[in-house]
C-alpha cells in the first residue's frame, strides 16, 4: 500500500534571519554599553557652588528598527550660544537644581518633553570644557524605556536626530576640520552622519565612549 502524505517544510527566511541577528546585535550592544558605562559611577562630581560656570547633558540610547541609536538635538538658530550646532540635550545648571544629574533631567524635560521615570540611569562620563561658553558640562549616560512623545521646545530644539550608534566606529565618518578662535586657528575631529556635522564638546563625550573602537581617531583635548 503506497501512503500519500502532504509534507510542508517550513521555508527558511533570509529576511527574518537578517532581522533575529540585528535585534541580538542591538540587545548585545546594550548589555555591553550598560557595563561599561555604569562603571563611572564612582566618578566624584564637584560641590555646584565651586564659582565655575556648570551644566549638564544626558547621553540617551534607544533601542528601534533593531538598532541601538543615540539621541542628538540641534540647538536653535537663536539660542544665545552654540546656535545651530548638534548636540546632547542638556543645558546650566540653575539654582535649585540639587545636583548636576537633576541639571540634565530638568533640562531634557525642557527641551524635550521626557519625563524622568522614562530614562533608566546608567552613569556620568568625565566633564568636558567649552572654550567658548567657558562652561564645565557634565555628561550622564541612560536609555530610554521606549520611543518618547517628544515635545521639541521651539526655544531651544530646532531638529532631533536618533543616529546608530554602529556608524560612530566607520573611519569615513571621521574629518578633521579647523575652526577660528578669535584671531586663532584651532584643528579639531569632526563626526559626520547625513550633513550633519557633530564635533566640539559633544564629540569629546562621543569619545569617551567610542575611543576603544575607534584607534584611527586622533581626538583634540582643547575644542
Given at each position: 500500500m503506497i501512503h500519500n502524505y502532504n509534507v510542508q517544510l517550513m521555508k527558511w527566511s533570509p529576511q527574518s534571519s537578517h532581522k533575529k541577528l540585528h535585534k541580538n546585535h542591538a540587545k548585545n550592544q546594550i548589555i555591553r554599553y550598560e557595563k561599561l558605562l555604569r562603571s563611572g559611577r564612582g566618578l566624584c562630581l564637584p560641590k555646584i557652588d565651586d564659582g565655575r560656570k556648570h551644566a549638564a547633558v544626558f547621553v540617551l540610547f534607544l533601542e528601534e528598527y533593531e538598532k541601538l541609536r543615540l539621541l542628538f538635538i540641534r540647538r536653535s538658530l537663536n539660542a544665545n550660544k552654540h546656535s545651530g550646532e548638534w548636540a546632547f540635550p542638556g543645558g546650566a545648571r540653575?539654582?535649585?537644581?540639587?545636583?548636576?544629574?537633576?541639571?540634565?533631567?530638568?533640562?531634557?524635560?525642557?527641551?524635550?518633553?521626557?519625563?524622568?521615570?522614562?530614562?533608566?540611569?546608567?552613569?556620568?562620563?568625565?566633564?568636558?570644557?567649552?572654550?567658548?561658553?567657558?562652561?564645565?558640562?557634565?555628561?550622564f549616560t541612560g536609555l530610554l524605556h521606549h520611543k518618547p512623545k517628544l515635545i521639541p521646545s521651539p526655544l531651544e530644539v530646532s531638529e532631533v536626530s536618533f543616529i546608530p550608534i554602529d556608524v560612530f566606529n566607520q573611519k569615513e565618518k571621521?574629518?578633521?576640520?579647523?575652526?577660528?578662535?578669535?584671531?586663532?586657528?584651532?584643528?579639531?575631529?569632526?563626526?559626520?552622519?547625513?550633513?550633519?556635522?557633530?564635533?566640539?564638546?559633544?564629540?569629546?563625550?562621543?569619545?569617551?565612549i567610542f575611543k576603544v573602537d575607534n584607534p584611527f581617531v586622533h581626538w583634540s583635548k582643547e575644542v
Open positions: 540653575e539654582a535649585e537644581d540639587q545636583n548636576f544629574l537633576e541639571t540634565a533631567y530638568r533640562e531634557t524635560h525642557e527641551e524635550l518633553g521626557i519625563l524622568k521615570p522614562e530614562i533608566q540611569y546608567w552613569g556620568p562620563l568625565e566633564p568636558v570644557v567649552t572654550l567658548g561658553s567657558g562652561y564645565t558640562v557634565w555628561p571621521y574629518r578633521d576640520i579647523t575652526i577660528q578662535r578669535g584671531k586663532d586657528l584651532q584643528s579639531t575631529v569632526a563626526f559626520t552622519h547625513k550633513g550633519k556635522v557633530i564635533w566640539g564638546a559633544t564629540a569629546r563625550i562621543l569619545n569617551q
